[in-house]
């Protein structure tokens, strides 16, 4: 059968792209471009044989959704792109974008967008079994073992730890004999690519070569001999890598907000910044331990549902027309006394953040019990009390967005 005229052909180093253009419907007068994806083989010793001799601009790791969304940005912007992948492209997402790829684009082509739109949904998550559907974890548990064929033992009992500091900042001892691991406190969780290189270099120097990274956005020289330690820490100190921080320079987390996340509301990682910067210069010695989690929408990839003080990313209208602000939670916290983070009912522009949250934390300091955290002093107050030490005086209650669907009471 002869091919369309209007079809092109584009070659791709993992699949030869067919698009043609078709009416969608007479109605919407719009046209649609289906694409046709027909694997081609990649030899991997060929690829990495261009990768050791040829020069990129941009080298990305991880052939995931997000990689090679990366990198198919990079390309239309007339760069060279490396991208490198241990296994097949995008095998380990689940996405909306990766149902689309498989099956999606079927139903797409044959106009079936309510299929499509089904298909699509990220149902597979296990939070709705748990708040949709009722299940428990002994539910969670049996499902498991019926899929296995086999009973799970159970876990060794353990005690939760307190929840203060365990962020690995500063020099610490190794199970291993003789050996430490040195914490830098990494404000926002980003390092310029001179810093990650002055890292990288302390590692193999003074350590075994391996760098970690944590859950509250630092990074950790693993392996480093007792007797090496204080060279390490010069050596870091004079890097701008920082062993020692603030409360409020090692307890700040973000996510990563407009600048990279389409659904995020507001930008997270220059607020976060100027956040640390403005509160060291407002509470200078302020030497309580405090965590401050900033997430730019209700989805929480900042976590703020288990911080102190929980920022959550909002919208409100300014002299200027709309601008970011922040609806604040208070009183999360992991460990041995883990709780969630509870709304107050207080909105404040970003711009007004740091003058909140200092009245807040001074309000901690004053009145405050012998040996009392910040946790059990927002727990002993009203919604009321800490709106007003917030506000600097009584305010009204603002609404939060609701919930799609109420908690299920065993697990609030």
């Known amino acids: 059968m002869e091919q369309?005229?209007?079809?092109?052909?584009?070659?791709?180093?993992?699949?030869r792209l067919t698009v043609g253009p078709k009416i969608l419907r007479k109605v919407t007068k719009r046209t649609v471009y289906f694409v046709t994806c027909y694997p081609q083989r990649v030899d991997r010793n060929q690829a990495l044989e261009r990768l050791r001799k040829e020069t990129f601009d941009v080298l990305i790791i991880g052939g995931g959704i997000t990689g090679c969304g990366i990198a198919m940005d990079a390309a239309s912007r007339g760069l060279r792109v490396g991208l490198?992948?241990?296994?097949?492209?995008?095998?380990?997402?689940?996405?909306?974008?990766?149902?689309?790829?498989?099956?999606?684009?079927?139903?797409?082509?044959?106009?079936?967008?309510k299929v499509t739109l089904e298909a699509s949904r990220e149902k597979a998550r296990l939070k709705f079994l748990f708040l949709r559907h009722g299940w428990t974890a002994d539910r969670f548990?049996?499902?498991?073992?019926?899929?296995?064929?086999y009973c799970l033992e159970a876990a060794v009992p353990e005690t939760p730890p307190e929840d203060a500091y365990r962020d690995h900042v500063g020099l610490h001892q190794q199970r291993q004999p003789g050996l430490a691991y040195a914490g830098f406190a990494i404000l926002r969780?980003?390092?310029?690519?001179?810093?990650?290189?002055?890292?990288?270099?302390?590692?193999?120097?003074?350590?075994?070569?391996?760098l970690r990274t944590t859950h509250m956005q630092n990074l950790v020289v693993l392996d480093v001999p007792r007797e090496r330690t204080a060279a390490l820490g010069a050596e870091a100190e004079a890097a701008?890598?920082?062993?020692?921080?603030?409360?409020?320079?090692?307890?700040?987390?973000?996510?990563?907000?407009?600048?990279?996340?389409?659904?995020?509301?507001?930008?997270?990682?220059?607020?976060?910044?100027?956040?640390?910067?403005?509160?060291?210069?407002?509470l200078p010695g302020f030497a309580r331990h405090v965590k401050i989690h900033v997430t730019g929408c209700p989805n929480s990839c900042g976590q703020h549902w288990i911080a102190d003080i929980g920022l959550e990313g909002k919208k409100v209208k300014g002299p200027a027309g709309l601008e970011?602000?922040?609806y604040v939670c208070v009183g999360g916290g992991l460990g041995q006394h883990a709780s969630v983070a509870r709304p107050v009912g207080f909105r404040v522009p970003a711009r007004e953040t740091p003058a909140a949250i200092e009245r807040l934390l001074r309000a901690?300091?004053?009145?405050?019990?012998?040996?009392?955290?910040?946790?059990?002093?927002?727990?002993?107050?009203?919604?009321?009390?800490?709106?007003?030490?917030?506000?600097g005086g009584a305010v009204a209650a603002v609404a939060r967005d609701l919930p799609v669907a109420a908690t299920p009471h065993h697990l609030e």
Do not use: N, W
């Not at 701008?240 to 990279?260: D, H, Q």
């Not at 901690?364 to 002093?377: A, E, I, N, V």
């Open 4 to 15: 369309d005229p209007s079809i092109r052909t584009i070659p791709s180093p993992i699949a």
């Open 84 to 113: 490198i992948e241990r296994d097949d492209f995008s095998s380990g997402t689940s996405s909306k974008s990766s149902k689309l790829i498989h099956g999606g684009l079927r139903y797409l082509r044959q106009l079936q967008f």
């Open 141 to 149: 548990r049996t499902e498991i073992e019926g899929r296995l064929g």
């Open 189 to 210: 969780g980003r390092l310029d690519p001179a810093t990650m290189r002055a890292a990288a270099d302390l590692a193999e120097r003074f350590g075994s070569g391996a």
């Open 240 to 282: 701008g890598l920082a062993l020692s921080a603030s409360p409020f320079r090692r307890g700040t987390v973000a996510c990563t907000g407009t600048e990279f996340c389409k659904i995020a509301l507001t930008e997270t990682k220059g607020f976060a910044r100027r956040l640390v910067e403005d509160l060291e210069s407002r």
């Open 324 to 326: 970011d602000a922040y």
């Open 364 to 391: 901690y300091l004053d009145l405050r019990t012998p040996g009392q955290s910040f946790k059990d002093f927002a727990a002993a107050r009203s919604d009321d009390d800490l709106r007003a030490l917030l506000a």
